[in-house]
């Protein structure tokens, strides 16, 4: 994904923000706010650039760092929904 253009990253990632809003589990979870911020964020700065070209290797390292963020938070939170 991260070697695609700017305008397929728009996308996915208003994709998942948009799919997560609708999962109430997701939503009512501690630190949705936070992830729904940091989807924001990335949304903007992709929206800035032009969106036919690709995405800019200098913003590679912030984006995967904040996916893996949300990774591990999604997996943390399912965990502890299934325990329940």
């Given amino acids: 994904m991260l070697k695609d253009i700017n ?5 996915a ?3 998942a923000r948009e799919s997560a809003a609708v999962v ?4 009512e979870a501690d630190g949705a706010s936070l992830v729904q911020l ?3 964020k990335w949304m ?3 929206q800035t650039l032009d969106q036919e070209k ?9 984006l995967l760092k904040n996916l893996m963020q949300i990774k591990k ?7 502890t929904n299934l325990d329940k």
Avoid: C, E, Q, S
């Fill in 24 to 27: 109430t589990m997701f939503m």
């Fill in 73 to 79: 938070w999604t997996l943390n939170l399912i965990t």
């Fill in 54 to 62: 690709t995405f800019p290797d200098n913003l590679v390292n912030g």
């Fill in 13 to 15: 990632i208003g994709d």
């Fill in 44 to 46: 903007t700065t992709v």
């Fill in 38 to 40: 940091a989807l924001n």
């Fill in 7 to 11: 305008r397929k990253i728009y996308f």
